[in-house]
């Protein structure tokens, strides 16, 4: 047998023993229930809190955080149940109903900690704030790591934690804001600014918190009309369930509204940018301290990465222009094709008038050799009407002045003219 | 009369067969084995950094659109919300309405990445993809399917590169992000957000989550729980439901430069309706979103208010414009067994149609 399947097995055994407890237990609880005795006092929820502490040293570890949240789940809703299910004096329903409306009036009245939602389903965090208990963790967090290099105790915010009575906060804030002297000031001025901003945050979450202390009547009230109308509607609720549910419908429909209001969304800023700037200047200080311990800060290393970015930004935008280039290039390919088999046309041309200039001039003929196949034409005008040809001028010039020259002279002139041309052509 | 009429027998019943699933119910939990899910057989056709682009196989019965739609997720949350397990994905509906399906898989973001901006996710991941994809299959422009944040995303894209969109399918998109209904709009108002991306650098998923579980804490912290104990005697239900609860804390932390453009530029100041937003290069105007617009709301979605998402009509160039209105909620749209049965079917109508 596997370790895992032994492990299952004691659990189960663990259960079915408990089960016979747990079943024992509730009717004792009932019978108290029925006979209005006042002991003990909360049967219910007891015996679920007994069995999971029962159970739960050899429940497979996986399976104990998600069994335990549920049975605080469980433990606030067998807690309602037996609310609802308590006698009274007068034996009277109606009383029943009244009494646990007080009870839930009274834990509203402590400072609103009904209305916060993970707390009044027992899942409030150590500090107690539950639906705050996000905004603790990184506090918490970097409260443990400065505790070590840190000049104050590593308790000392928790002190500010909760109530902090006016006169001692406005001490400790004198205390904060007294200058920095001495070789250290640069250092101690950093500390004192921390525990600043620390105060602020925690009287930013002191006001925060309190804002919900307002909701819970409010949500008393709300959940007693929605009781009557769903008993004028379908008769009267007679399931926990379904109380619950409606006690739940309740408590979301004044959170949301308090959730919307300017109230809450100033509140919920000042705790979070609070928060922000107490991390900030936290960080601030790691980073002075692994300077002095010469190792990289978090300050460099996020220049180092904006650099990286950077740079990977730029060389993306010269890859796309080189691959846009590239595909320009490849769409000119034609456009080389065609220059190269003009150029080669020319080539051919050229050759063919070089052998013309290579054949003896006719005694009659002019000896005026034209560089190119359009001084053909020219040749044929001027020899026509003995006017030197326009089309190109250095070709008409070159054609015009040998005339009167003898024809050795007149090669040199014409090889140079066909250069210059060639010089044109590539360009 | 007394509301409550609860006698202190039937109290114990239910308590009874309360902790009789509780104590029997974590037999069934030590059974689940590993959650998986992403249930369709899909291709990475391209990667980058972090990003993967993939592509689902379709049921070869099934005749395709030649024309692919790309699925642009959230960069919250993880896109297998699309594909989450066998009766419940809406890329399986797609695939067998006979869409060719892409989906963006942006991954998780870590400090490396904490100086991505929109234009890095929108003109540069995002478009590359839609590139890639445009190359595979020789055309001009592609179906654009934007879910949620990935919605806004679409429409910022279709906006600045209409010429790569063919059709635009929005689904819980927010575009007025400040109607009178909206929490996560309202708790920002105040909210400095420059010096908390310049405290935290990425922001935090777990952060995230905390939000989001705050929009209706008695709900989704205390009764969902209390519903899953009346499951827990099946095996199958318990399954779903870890599934789901995997999914819904499974964020992805944000890349800090693009969280601060995104809280400040869309949420504080609506920029995509009163005009301003300029992403990287580009300035964003709705109006030259001119191709076909087929925007999805959910009726009951309380992070996407559904007047956050009817504004589009209004704001959009297109003359091709459809809503369709999903009685259900942000999550419901994707998983529900009605959505299954409306959802895909009618994108892939409406696409067929202008194809």
New interface residues.
Partial sequence: MSDSETT?DR??EA?KR??DA??EM??R??DT??SGSREPANP?ADA?EQ?WKA?SPS??KP?QD??S???N??KN??AM?EG??K?TTSGD??D??QNWMRTLSDAFAKGGQGMN??A??G?AGKTGRG?T??WD?PFDTFSRTMSAGSPVPGDFLKAFEGDVPGDMRAQMDRFLSAPAIGYGREYQEQYQKFGRLVMEYEKAMGQYQAGFGALGQKSLETF?KR??T???DSG??????Q???IW?DA??EV??EY????D???R???M??AL??V??QG?RLVDESLEAMNMPTRTE??GL??R???FR?DF?KLSAEAESMRAELDGMAGVVSEVEALRQELDTLREAVKKLQEKPAPATQSDVTPAKPAATKARTKAAGSKTPAKPAATKTRAAAKPASKPAPGATGGTTRKTGTTRRKTQS | ????????????D???T??NK???G??N??DVEEITTGVTPKEAIYEEDKMVLYRFQAPASVVQNPVPVLIVYALVNRPYMADLQENRSTVRGLLDAGMDVYLIDWGYPD??D???TLD?YIN?YLDRCVDVIRKRHRLDAINVLGICQGGTFSLCYAATHPDKVANLVTMVTPVDFQT??N?LS???????VD??V????NIPG??LN?TFL??????L???K??D??DVLDNPTQVANFLRMEKWIFDSPDQAGEAYRQFLKDFYQENKLVNGGLQIGPHEVNLKNVTMPVLNIFATEDHLVPPDASKALKKLVGTRDYTEISFKGGHIGIYVSGRAQKEVPPSIGQWIDKRS
């Fill in positions: 299952a659990w189960l259960q408990y089960w747990w079943t509730a009717q609880g009932l229930a029925m219910w679920m069995w159970v429940a497979p399976a998600v069994f949240q549920l049975v789940l469980g809703y067998f149940a609802l299910s006698p329903v109606s029943m109903v939602p993970l009044a389903m899942l639906a208990a996000f963790l007693q009781l009557e769903t008993a004028a009267p609720v007679n399931s926990v369930r109380v619950y549910n739940v408590c979301e959170y949301a959730a919307m209001s300017d809450y969304a100033k919920y800023g000042e979070v940018n922000m700037a991390k900030q960080a290393i996020s990465q904006r990286l970015h950077d930004n993306r | 009369m007394t509301p409550i009429q609860i006698r202190p027998d039937e109290a114990l239910e308590l009874t309360f902790q509780l104590t029997h974590i037999q939990l030590m400090r490396a904490r100086y991505l890095d540069g009178p209904d929490m309202n708790w920002v108002r105040y909210l400095d010096l908390t310049d405290t935290l650098g777990e952060m905390w705050n929009l209706k804490p008695y709900r912290i205390g009764q729980y209390l899953m104990i």
